[in-house]
């Protein structure tokens, strides 16, 4: 199936999408995230520049230990 994403440009145009979404019983996802933050974090996934982080040891992961 394809992925759907909409750029709603007021409160208004989310409150409509959101209704006419669950009056045709389609399931939304919203995201607290900037999407010019998510493309950029999606762009360093695939060129493999990026540090994953271990909650447990944060200053390990980061080689400060």
């Not at 669950?22 to 919203?30: G, L, N």
Request: aromatic fraction near 8%; proline fraction near 6%; charged fraction near 30%.
């Amino acid at each position: 199936m394809e992925t759907l994403i909409m750029h709603p440009q007021s409160k208004d145009q989310v409150t409509a999408l959101k209704a006419i979404a669950k009056a045709w019983k389609i399931s939304v996802e919203t995201s607290p995230y900037d999407p010019d933050f998510v493309a950029m974090v999606k762009k360093a996934e695939k060129r493999g520049n990026f540090t994953e982080i271990d909650p447990n040891d944060v200053w390990g992961s980061l080689k400060l230990k």
